[in-house]
């Protein structure tokens, strides 16, 4: 079973930038999808990324211009670079790595493997 190990949340002002990364233990190469979800206060866990095997990219509305889903294959690596951060993106931010030769789905059922959970806080 492959570990994703998450690094890079934190507290940022309103306006700021960070960057998350998954490091999987083993591959994230192109046949997976890979995702990134969030969970916010209250709320339940919702799609904010995906990256498809064939390197398209989806976003949800409320992060589209602002968030950029990357992988780097030699690193084993996704990338979450958010930008323009606002109070409302301030979650616990999960990536998911999708099933081999699968499709990006909204459906978390898509998605067999999970990182551990980052807290991001972004203040006003």
């Known amino acids: 079973q492959v570990q994703l190990v998450q690094s890079g949340g934190g507290l940022v002002q309103s306006g700021g930038s960070l960057r998350l990364s998954c490091t999987a233990s083993?591959?994230?190469?192109?046949?997976?999808?890979m995702a990134w979800y969030r969970q916010r206060p209250g709320k339940q866990r919702e799609l904010v990324a995906a990256?498809?095997?064939?390197?398209?990219?989806n976003y949800a509305g409320a992060v589209k211009g602002r968030f950029t889903i990357s992988r780097d294959n030699t690193k084993n690596t996704v990338y979450l670079q958010m930008n323009s951060l606002k109070p409302e993106d301030t979650a616990v931010y999960f990536c998911?790595?999708?099933?081999?030769?699968?499709?990006?789905?909204?459906?978390?059922?898509?998605?067999?493997?999970w990182g551990q959970g980052t807290q991001v806080t972004v203040s006003s």
């Open positions: 990256l498809t095997r064939t390197g398209r990219t």
């Open positions: 998911a790595r999708g099933r081999p030769y699968g499709s990006a789905s909204n459906d978390e059922g898509a998605y067999d493997s």
């Open positions: 083993g591959s994230v190469s192109t046949i997976y999808a």
